[in-house]
């Protein structure tokens, strides 16, 4: 049994103590309760516990056997120990242990004063927490609370017992109070192979933004060869940041990288520059700009700017390695001015684009809004009726085709009649568009009107009952709709078109009142859509588990209006639409949707997508598409453990109606516990007959960094549902920038 015995701050007092008795022996330790000399606001007790103790009153302690020291936030234990009162200062000997906050650190000898927090240890051996990280030096100063300079030391993220990598400095600082680590002629050393050396080394202690170089990149495509990158990023402030990298590429020379960023709380924006000087394979200057900000200018009001620029047509696929990027055909040049407010919104905007040709594929640029104002409005229970406004007036340009002014009005009234288990909605409008033609006129096409009313009754009921599903209770819905539309014929063939396209045929698009994209044309119309829609849902929660709909819509009168070039439908019925999703099981998802045409027999769409996700870090992924004459493609793709610490992850995404790989992925990794090493393969067609193919190795060293390219984004862009691997096993946190 163990007491304590306040003393005063000049008095010290030490009581034997019985601890525990062995074969007839009785052990006694001294105990010592002291109170530092400091003014009574300040008094902090510091408890002292040894076999034996001997001393000065008011000078030092001296205490031996199995000691032990406590101070708030301190904990001290060692074989022998001198406290010195006066200078609040602890000497320690033989297998010395001391515990602060996060910390631990061992070693044979300590010497510290303990409200500064300022002294050394010799050969010491430190843990840390946040993260967890640990390392060995030959000497360790303690410059304050939570700051350490290491001497000849080493630094790793990895549990005791496993040395597979760790940072070998001469000389280290470990900041925790800004959480930045940095190492002086410093080498990595992985499985005992010394693989980078830096005269100077900044890592995070955590996931906070710090100014330094970023581990480099490595790797490899078809096109511009090996590839190494050095990126810089600077944190200028916590709202603003950059990263400047310099890129060589094997092939073509050094490229040069910026992109800065910005947030505030009225604004945000992002800009990026590459420059690729004299490219060995172009012999060319090479360049791609990008500009994108957004303003709230208050009342209602923003702004924006989005301007992208690249030198030539091929930039994108010679050099950049993803689907998204070398996809990009039209680049915009826009700015726009918004209101938002009181059920009104206003647009303004100029826009224009840089089109880049495939040269088996050219396609014609779209036209520029020089400008465009679009003016809209939803003003509901006006008293008891709903208004709406859509209106536009544009002013298309473009070099080589018809150049001219549409404005374009469209009020409408609708009348909702609801209740909890049906609606029905009249609405009518009329529809008003006027054509002013200027350059680029050859056939002297007349300034033109179209004016037409527009009619439309949705109506719709809503039916539940309770089920029963696998013992599992939910409530189950069944909601009959019906759309009809009318809006008669008016030639519309003279007209130009700026902008319409067919929009594609979807269930939203069964509902809407013109199968056309933008204003050129207007359907005519006397038609009725009849769609079924069934739904499971948790009666608790709400929760959506499965969803079934069938649609179809039928035509009471022959199509007249469609686009140059168009055939007008000879069906009295639309295809008929059925789409299913939900969760079969929880681990099981389905989405899956058909297009059948019921005169001709056939299904002119399919598209079925399968997910099993048992757990995090387990997913496959297996998909068919299918449209009549156009394409017909299996897209397969997975991530899954293979065996032990080894992962694998793939796609395959194969044309049948082409006969060629669309995009091929095949990755291995292998989680180390503290570090993941992967290499990742990736292949996808860039343009009608051209491929790009890269390669990524990359080593993570969890709480530094990685080295070599980073394929997740790569990975993530074509595994639905990819969880990285650091999530699935390591909680140490990876500095990510940007």
Same mark, same amino acid.
């Given at each position: 049994?163990?007491?304590?015995?306040?003393?005063?701050?000049?008095?010290?007092?030490?009581?034997?103590?019985?601890?525990?008795?062995?074969?007839?022996?009785?052990?006694?330790?001294?105990?010592?309760?002291?109170?530092?000399?400091?003014?009574?606001?300040?008094?902090?007790?510091?408890?002292?516990?040894?076999?034996?103790?001997?001393?000065?009153?008011?000078?030092?302690?001296?205490?031996?056997?199995?000691?032990?020291?406590?101070?708030?936030?301190?904990?001290?234990?060692?074989?022998?120990?001198?406290?010195?009162?006066?200078?609040?200062?602890?000497?320690?000997?033989?297998?010395?242990?001391?515990?602060?906050?996060?910390?631990?650190?061992?070693?044979?000898?300590?010497?510290?004063?303990?409200?500064?927090?300022?002294?050394?240890?010799?050969?010491?051996?430190? *843990?840390?927490?946040?993260?967890?990280?640990?390392?060995?030096?030959? %000497?360790?100063?303690?410059?304050?609370? %939570?700051?350490? @300079?290491?001497?000849?030391?080493?630094?790793?993220?990895?549990?005791?017992?496993?040395?597979?990598?760790?940072?070998?400095?001469?000389?280290?600082?470990?900041?925790?109070?800004?959480?930045?680590?940095?190492?002086?002629?410093?080498?990595?050393?992985?499985?005992?192979?010394?693989?980078?050396?830096?005269?100077?080394?900044?890592?995070?202690?955590? %996931?906070?933004?710090?100014?330094?170089?970023?581990?480099?990149?490595?790797?490899?495509?078809?096109?511009?060869?090996?590839?190494?990158?050095?990126?810089?990023?600077?944190?200028?402030?916590?709202?603003?940041?950059?990263?400047?990298? $310099?890129?060589?590429?094997?092939?073509?020379?050094?490229?040069?990288?910026?992109?800065? !960023?910005?947030?505030?709380? %009225?604004?945000?924006?992002?800009?990026?520059?590459?420059?690729?000087?004299?490219?060995?394979?172009?012999?060319?200057?090479?360049?791609?700009?990008?500009?994108?900000?957004?303003?709230?200018?208050?009342?209602?009001?923003?702004?924006?700017?989005?301007?992208?620029?690249?030198?030539?047509?091929?930039?994108?696929?010679?050099?950049?390695?993803?689907?998204?990027?070398?996809?990009?055909? @039209?680049?915009?040049?826009?700015?726009?001015?918004?209101?938002?407010?009181?059920?009104?919104?206003?647009?303004?905007?100029?826009?224009?684009?840089?089109?880049? *040709?495939?040269?088996?594929?050219?396609?014609?640029?779209?036209?520029?809004?020089?400008?465009?104002?679009?003016?809209?409005?939803?003003?509901?229970?006006?008293?008891?009726?709903?208004?709406?406004?859509?209106?536009?007036?544009?002013?298309?340009?473009?070099?080589?085709?018809?150049?001219?002014? !549409?404005?374009?009005?469209?009020?409408?009234?609708?009348?909702?009649?609801?209740?909890?288990?049906?609606?029905?909605?009249?609405?009518?409008?009329?529809?008003?568009?006027?054509?002013?033609?200027?350059?680029?006129?050859?056939?002297?096409?007349?300034?033109?009107?179209?004016?037409?009313?527009?009619?439309?009754?949705?109506?719709?009921?809503?039916?539940?009952?309770?089920?029963?599903?696998?013992?599992?209770?939910?409530?189950?819905?069944?909601?009959?709709?019906?759309?009809?539309?009318?809006?008669?014929?008016?030639?519309?063939?003279?007209?130009?078109?700026?902008?319409?396209?067919?929009?594609?045929?979807?269930?939203?698009?069964?509902?809407?009142?013109?199968?056309?994209?933008?204003?050129?044309?207007?359907?005519?119309?006397?038609?009725?859509?009849?769609?079924?829609?069934?739904?499971?849902?948790?009666?608790?929660?709400?929760?959506?588990?499965?969803?079934?709909?069938?649609?179809?819509?039928?035509?009471?009168?022959?199509? *007249?209006?469609?686009?140059?070039?168009?055939?007008?439908?000879?069906?009295?019925?639309?295809?008929?639409?059925?789409?299913?999703?939900?969760?079969?099981? $929880?681990?099981?998802?389905?989405?899956?949707?058909?297009?059948?045409?019921?005169?001709?027999?056939?299904?002119?769409?399919?598209?079925?997508?399968?997910?099993?996700?048992?757990?995090?870090?387990?997913?496959?992924?297996?998909?068919?598409?299918?449209?009549?004459?156009?394409?017909?493609?299996?897209?397969?793709?997975?991530?899954?453990?293979?065996?032990?610490?080894?992962?694998?992850?793939?796609?395959? @995404?194969?044309?049948?109606?082409?006969?060629?790989?669309?995009?091929?992925?095949?990755?291995?990794?292998?989680?180390?516990?503290?570090?993941?090493?992967?290499?990742?393969?990736?292949?996808?067609?860039?343009?009608?007959?051209?491929?790009?193919?890269?390669?990524?190795?990359?080593?993570?060293?969890?709480?530094?960094?990685?080295?070599?390219?980073?394929?997740?984004?790569?990975?993530?862009? @074509?595994?639905?549902?990819?969880?990285?691997?650091?999530?699935?096993?390591?909680?140490?946190?990876?500095?990510?920038?940007?």
């Amino acid at each position: 049994m163990r007491t304590r015995l306040p003393i005063t701050a000049i008095a010290l007092l030490t009581v034997p103590v019985a601890l525990h008795a062995e074969e007839g022996a009785l052990e006694l330790r001294q105990q010592t309760t002291l109170i530092s000399n400091f003014p009574q606001d300040e008094q902090t007790p510091i408890f002292l516990d040894a076999d034996r103790m001997s001393g000065q009153q008011d000078v030092e302690i001296e205490a031996e056997g199995e000691v032990e020291l406590r101070k708030r936030g301190q904990v001290v234990n060692s074989d022998r120990l001198i406290y010195r009162q006066a200078e609040d200062e602890v000497h320690a000997l033989g297998n010395v242990r001391i515990e602060q906050q996060d910390s631990v650190v061992s070693g044979p000898e300590l010497k510290m004063k303990l409200d500064t927090r300022q002294g050394y240890m010799r050969q010491p051996v430190y *843990q840390m927490t946040q993260p967890d990280a640990r390392g060995a030096a030959e %000497n360790l100063d303690f410059v304050g609370e %939570n700051k350490y @300079n290491i001497t000849d030391g080493t630094y790793t993220t990895c549990s005791e017992g496993n040395n597979d990598w760790f940072v070998r400095s001469s000389a280290m600082e470990l900041d925790r109070t800004v959480q930045v680590g940095t190492a002086h002629h410093a080498s990595v050393v992985f499985k005992g192979v010394p693989i980078l050396y830096t005269p100077w080394l900044q890592f995070p202690l955590n %996931n906070q933004r710090k100014s330094g170089f970023l581990p480099p990149t490595l790797g490899s495509s078809g096109k511009s060869g090996a590839m190494f990158a050095l990126p810089y990023y600077w944190n200028i402030a916590p709202e603003r940041d950059a990263t400047l990298t $310099p890129r060589i590429l094997s092939k073509r020379g050094l490229q040069l990288r910026g992109e800065y !960023r910005y947030l505030d709380q %009225n604004y945000a924006g992002t800009s990026n520059v590459e420059y690729l000087p004299n490219d060995s394979l172009s012999g060319t200057n090479r360049y791609n700009l990008l500009l994108n900000h957004g303003q709230l200018l208050g009342a209602g009001w923003s702004g924006g700017l989005n301007v992208q620029k690249v030198s030539d047509d091929n930039y994108f696929r010679d050099l950049n390695s993803t689907v998204a990027t070398t996809s990009q055909v @039209n680049l915009p040049r826009e700015g726009t001015l918004a209101f938002n407010d009181y059920g009104l919104s206003f647009l303004a905007r100029v826009q224009s684009f840089q089109t880049l *040709q495939d040269p088996l594929a050219p396609i014609t640029p779209p036209y520029s809004r020089l400008p465009q104002l679009l003016l809209n409005g939803v003003w509901r229970d006006f008293p008891a009726v709903d208004l709406g406004l859509a209106s536009e007036w544009t002013d298309f340009r473009h070099p080589t085709l018809l150049n001219g002014q !549409r404005f374009s009005f469209y009020p409408s009234v609708s009348l909702p009649l609801n209740q909890s288990f049906a609606f029905v909605t009249p609405k009518i409008g009329v529809h008003h568009t006027r054509y002013a033609l200027s350059e680029n006129n050859p056939d002297e096409v007349p300034d033109m009107t179209r004016t037409l009313p527009v009619f439309s009754l949705d109506s719709g009921l809503f039916m539940e009952r309770d089920w029963v599903l696998r013992g599992s209770e939910y409530l189950q819905t069944l909601e009959p709709r019906l759309y009809y539309l009318n809006i008669p014929y008016r030639d519309q063939s003279r007209l130009p078109n700026f902008d319409s396209a067919l929009a594609d045929f979807s269930y939203a698009q069964m509902f809407s009142e013109n199968q056309f994209i933008g204003s050129d044309r207007i359907n005519d119309a006397n038609q009725l859509t009849a769609a079924l829609t069934s739904r499971l849902l948790d009666p608790v929660t709400g929760q959506e588990w499965m969803r079934a709909t069938i649609g179809q819509r039928y035509y009471f009168k022959e199509q *007249q209006v469609v686009l140059p070039g168009g055939v007008a439908r000879s069906d009295n019925s639309s295809d008929i639409l059925a789409t299913f999703s939900g969760r079969v099981t $929880p681990a099981w998802g389905v989405d899956a949707g058909v297009q059948y045409n019921t005169g001709r027999q056939e299904f002119q769409k399919t598209g079925v997508g399968v997910r099993y996700q048992p757990e995090t870090g387990k997913v496959l992924n297996l998909g068919y598409r299918f449209t009549r004459d156009a394409l017909e493609q299996v897209d397969i793709s997975s991530q899954w453990p293979i065996h032990g610490r080894w992962q694998g992850m793939g796609r395959f @995404n194969y044309s049948f109606l082409d006969s060629k790989l669309l995009e091929g992925l095949a990755g291995l990794e292998y989680n180390g516990g503290c570090w993941a090493a992967r290499v990742v393969m990736h292949q996808f067609a860039s343009a009608t007959a051209e491929t790009s193919s890269s390669i990524f190795f990359q080593l993570e060293l969890f709480g530094m960094g990685r080295i070599g390219s980073n394929p997740q984004d790569i990975l993530k862009r @074509n595994i639905s549902g990819f969880s990285p691997t650091q999530q699935l096993s390591s909680p140490a946190t990876i500095y990510e920038p940007y």
